[in-house]
């Protein structure tokens, strides 16, 4: 039985738009890669696959980035500018010499920041989640270890809230407060990997919607493909791009992302339909 993996990458507000409704896009033209036996989620990712872990369906999903009676309160991040933090994250060219010391610098950072309170953020992430309970099916949920730099791969059964695990894995260093759990602070996936495809080892087909692509994506789907499996990975058009290229942790980019989002599907739908099977 051929397996597949749905793997949801790091992008900010504009990210979860985007993944909502490229998805939403792909459902309403026949192509359910929703379903995948495992949904693998990183920073922004990890919103959009936790909802569909817990079973929101996409139409819904989508409904909460462009309705404006439906969309989530978000906090203004503060401290320095979060927009050159964001770029600092994900601008990277090439792959660091010493990547685990380069997490370990962003976790230090992270952990000196003035942001606002984590209980203050914790809430705005569990508004995005309209369940709290580790679902059934395979969620995997990407953090990093503020202090050792060592990844973190949260699922059911890990012992750790599901809201908090989500928090950890959407924790930009410098914008929003590392996430405590059980006395550990934890920051955004995206620190290790804007992506994570590496995770997804062992599926048959994996597809890839990565908001940004980063240096270790390229070198992780290499590896994927060496063992044999099959990796597609979707990245923002022209007109997406010009969305990202404003501010992605801007509210204001959620109607505009989201319906990018639903008509790149459009035109990704009938390589999807080869490809996915």
Known sequence: MTTRALVLGGGGLAGIAWEAGLLAGLAAAGVDVAGAD??????????????????????????????????????????????????ELTSATEEPADPAEERRARGRFALAADTVPEAERRAVIAARLPVHDWPARPLLVVAVEALTGETAVFDRGSDVDLVDAVAASCAVPGVWPPVTIGGTRYVDGGVRSLNNVDLAAGYDRVLVVAPVADPQTTT??????????????????????????????????????????????????????????
């Open 38 to 87: 495992l949904l693998l989620g990183t920073s922004a990712g990890s919103v959009v696959a936790t909802q569909l872990a817990t079973g929101i369906d996409l139409p819904d999903i989508m409904a909460r980035q462009v309705d404006p009676a439906r969309q989530n309160r978000e906090l203004a991040p503060s401290g320095r500018s979060h927009l050159a933090l964001w770029e």
């Open 220 to 277: 992780q789907v290499a590896e994927l493909t060496g063992r044999g499996a099959h990796v597609e990975v979707v990245t923002p058009d022209e007109r997406t791009a010009a969305i990202f290229a404003g501010d992605p942790l801007d509210p204001a980019v959620r109607t505009p992302a989201a319906h990018a989002g639903y008509a790149q599907a459009g035109a990704t739908v009938a390589a999807a339909r080869r490809w996915w099977g």
